[in-house]
């Protein structure tokens, strides 16, 4: 169907299993968004460089890559600088989040109308 815009890819990089279908199911079932979980950031930097990600959701606490680490990966690449991160961690306090200046965060637990909200200020449609 032409005209409809192009669902936007969300990568959810969160090992919790709950909380990642949760979060996938619930921006799945918005019309604007197309997530996929990945469980471990290694696996992650994969997924990430070959979808065209408009967001990452994060998680810090990860098998493999740290989410910290695994943002540092992605911001010295150009190909992946430009995605925005939301963190979404228990862990905002993090003392390697105050040291990258990092403050696009949400705490878990969260609420789903602030991840959406939060998500949509992100994804904003771009206007032509």
């Given at each position: 169907?032409?005209?409809?815009?192009?669902?936007?890819?969300?990568?959810?990089?969160e090992d919790n299993e709950p909380i990642a279908e949760l979060i996938k199911d619930t921006l799945n079932a918005e019309p604007d968004y197309q997530a996929v979980v990945v469980v471990d950031?290694?696996?992650?930097?994969?997924?990430?460089?070959?979808?065209?990600?408009?967001?990452?959701?994060?998680?810090?606490?990860?098998?493999?890559?740290t989410g910290l680490q695994l943002y540092d990966i992605l911001q010295a690449d150009e190909a992946t600088q430009?995605?925005?991160v939301l963190f979404v961690t228990a862990n905002i306090m993090d003392p390697?989040?105050?040291?990258?200046?990092?403050?696009?965060?949400l705490a878990k637990p969260f609420?789903?109308?602030?991840?959406?909200?939060?998500?949509?200020?992100?994804c904003r449609p771009e206007k032509s």
């Open positions: 169907m032409d005209g409809l815009p192009e669902r936007k890819a969300i990568v959810v990089v950031g290694a696996l992650a930097l994969e997924v990430i460089r070959s979808v065209k990600a408009s967001l990452i959701l994060l998680d810090i606490n990860l098998p493999g890559l430009s995605i925005p390697g989040l105050q040291r990258r200046g990092l403050s696009n965060c609420d789903l109308d602030e991840l959406l909200a939060r998500v949509a200020a992100i």
